[in-house]
């Protein structure tokens, strides 16, 4: 069998999955991607974007599921208003959602806004409330954390889009646009895991 390696841009509405087990209508990743027996390592909500990694290789889905395997995931984030510094570094140092403490986290201000393809459908304008975008670069990737973080600190997320997964990177792609990693790419992933073959 050869291994497969997919980087998908994953739309907002598209379930993260190839079939959709409870008849929601919603979008799957069937409708975008026609190669067979890849799936998801690691997941994206219904209503967040950006980078997914496919794969038909077992045992680096674990290692990239598994959260002991820790590795880092870019993410930029349009919350409700702007941040103050001390809410930043709340971030940055940890916070307490769901009787779970999260780990440290890479936090910054992004000004100017990232460059990104509109959403559709369109976040809610509010024309007397300021929106910001932060980027957050996480170790872990529990369910709904990011929007659970910035939720705890008085910001919550309007829009989330994962940028990256380690080395890998959603530049050169538009929504619902997918490619094979290169060979670089791989090689990142396998001294990322420490697998013996990729």
Known sequence: MSWQYILFYKPFGV?????????????TLKEFISIPDVYPAGRLDRDSEGLLLLTNHGGLQHRLCDPKFGHPRTYWVQVERIPHK??????????????YRTRPTQVMLLSPPPSLPPRT?????????????????????????????????????????????????????????????????????QSLTQLPRL
């Not at 379930?15 to 979008?27: C, I, V």
């Open 86 to 99: 001390e809410a930043l570094q709340t971030l940055e140092q940890g916070v307490t959602i769901r009787n």
């Open 121 to 189: 459908p369109p976040i809610r304008f509010r024309k007397q409330v300021p929106t910001a975008w932060i980027e957050m670069k996480l170790q872990e990737g529990r369910n709904r954390q990011v929007r659970r973080m910035t939720a705890a600190v008085g910001f919550p997320t309007l829009r989330l889009v994962r940028v990256a997964i380690a080395h890998l990177q959603l530049k050169g792609l538009q929504p619902g646009q997918w490619r094979h990693l290169t060979p670089s790419e791989i090689k990142g992933l």
């Open 15 to 27: 379930l993260s999955q190839f079939s959709d087990r409870q008849a929601t209508a919603h979008p």
